[in-house]
């Protein structure tokens, strides 16, 4: 099993959440910073067997609630689509 943190931790603004993930999940130069980006890459780069730990959100801005809300939906869709993909939040 392939495991992964997304560590959020003190992020303080979309650009560098983007950055964070990213280097997380080693997508390539080319992703966008954005949902839609967020998507595709998603579906392309992670790999069956995975389990993403999550840390770090409580740390996060007050206005990040609702962006933040549509990047656990991403994560939903594929952890419902792609075997054996689970997001789990540690703190």
């Not at 992703?31 to 790999?47: H, I, K, P, Q, V």
């Not at 993403?52 to 952890?79: A, C, M, S």
């Not at 419902?80 to 993909?85: D, T």
Request: include cysteine; aromatic fraction near 14%.
């Amino acid at each position: 099993m392939n495991k992964i943190t997304l560590d959020l931790t003190g992020c303080k603004s979309l650009l560098e959440l983007h950055r964070i993930i990213k280097e997380t999940f080693n997508f390539p130069d080319h992703y966008g910073e954005n949902l839609s980006a967020l998507w595709d890459c998603m579906w392309e780069y992670l790999r069956p067997n995975t389990i993403v730990y999550i840390k770090g959100l409580g740390t996060l801005p007050k206005d990040f609630e609702e962006y933040i809300k549509k990047i656990f939906e991403i994560f939903e869709d594929v952890q419902e689509e792609v075997e054996n993909i689970t997001f789990e939040i540690i703190s």
